[in-house]
Each structure stands twice: as C-alpha cells, then as structure tokens.
DNA sequence: TTGACATATCGTAACCTTGCGATATATTGA
DNA sequence: TCAATATATCGCAAGGTTACGATATGTCAA
C-alpha cells in the first residue's frame, strides 16, 4: 500500500486551517450570518450578538483582518459586510454537514 | 434600524464551530483528504501526513470523537475513513472560499 | 469646545491546543 | 510465550485564544 497520492500542498491545508479557525467560534459564525443579510454597523452586530461592542469590536477585527470581512464607516457608525463572496455558500455548507453529525 | 432577523439557533452554531474547530489544522485537513480516496492505515497516513505515527492517533482520535472519521480494526491495523458522507463537499468548498482569499 | 455616542485597542488571567516523548495495549507469527 | 509491529493513551510545557474591563480614538451636534 506504498501508492502515492496527488495531495493538496501543505501551504494551502495552511491557509484553510487558518481561515476555519477564524471562523470557528460561535459569535464569529453569527456576525457572519447577520451579514448576509446586508451591511450592519457595529453596536447593531453586538446587540444581534447578545455581546458587549467591544467584544464584537474585537471579533470584528479579526474575520477583517483574515479578510473575511470589509468595512467603511458612515459618519458615526462603522458599517462592516462580507468581503468574500464565497462566505455565504461556505456558511450553508457547514451548516449541513454540521448538523447532520 | 431595529428590525429582527431570523437567526440560527446559538446550540446549532456552536456545534458548527465546534466542528470547524476539529478541521482547522493542516494535519487534519490532509487526513480528511486522504481519505477521501478510500480506507487508511494509522501509519500510512502518518506517512502521508509526515507525522509520527503517536501524532496522527492523537489527530485521528480527535476527527473520530467528534463523528467525523470511524475506524475499523483488520488485523494488526486499524483502517480509517470518513464517517460523515458531507465532509468530502465541506473541504471542497473550504479549499475553493479559502484559496480566494 | 464640550459632551455624547460609536468604535477601536490593549493588558491580563483563565483556558485550550499543540507537539513531544514515554509508556501502554493489541495482534500476529516465530 | 516472546519479540516485533501497530495503535492508543498520557503528562507536560509552550504557545495561542478568549472574555473582560479599562482606556483611547473618531465623529457629530449643540
């Protein structure tokens, strides 16, 4: 059983852990839910989130800062949305696979 | 900008993230996709893995605690494979939203 | 300019995960 | 039974992640 397979290179299995591990968190998996919806300001994700704002603040900042999410602010408030289009289908994917464990 | 959205439940999104959490490691990753291709011996995905053999038991028993591998012992071997029919979809859709990052 | 609101950042302690080595268990064939 | 092979389990130290509270920055309207 020596046969040798065509796997994925390491540096992608990398980059994938490390966009799941973003995601991995119940709060991070809800913001990312929220905007699906469309484009919400930060005290507005908190709320839905049932989190003090500067926690969603920090949550925030990472799923941004993995490039996850965009954000631009408006006067006062700071709008965030999904800065990758494949979210949406990602979060629909994990879901069923999720529940069905 | 007060109205209410309809909104997983939080006990489903932390079983997701719990499961997110489980494949958020390149070693683990590699092993869902070996298996993939069929049926695996602890050491031979070690192998593949570049990993010592402890090492990928420890990795093997985590998938295989959380449902997401079975194992059956023929022999002196144990043969791994994929226990949830939707992870091979799952990592495809992760690899196609995270290499797009 | 001041106060109020919105967001961002940071330090810290508690907790979790990882890799590693040591050891234990299981199976087979000599 | 004994040695060899295969798998599993465990303890531990290092490093990462989290929630939380404190504080800083940015924006606007009075």
């Known amino acids: 059983m020596a046969k040798e397979l065509t796997l994925i290179a390491l540096d992608d299995l990398q980059q994938a852990a490390e966009c ?3 995601m991995a968190h119940p709060a991070r998996l809800r913001m990312v839910e929220i905007l699906m919806q469309g484009k ?7 709320r839905l989130c049932e989190l003090p704002d500067a926690q969603a603040c920090d949550h925030l900042r990472l799923l941004k800062g993995h490039g996850l999410l965009d ?3 408006q006067g006062r408030v700071v709008l965030y949305r999904i800065a990758n289009p494949r979210l949406p289908k990602l979060l629909r994917c994990i879901r069923s696979t999720c529940e069905a464990d």
Chains 1, 2 share one sequence.
């Open 40 to 46: 919400y300001p930060v005290h507005e994700i908190a």
């Open 20 to 22: 799941l591990k973003v």
């Open 71 to 73: 954000s631009e602010r």
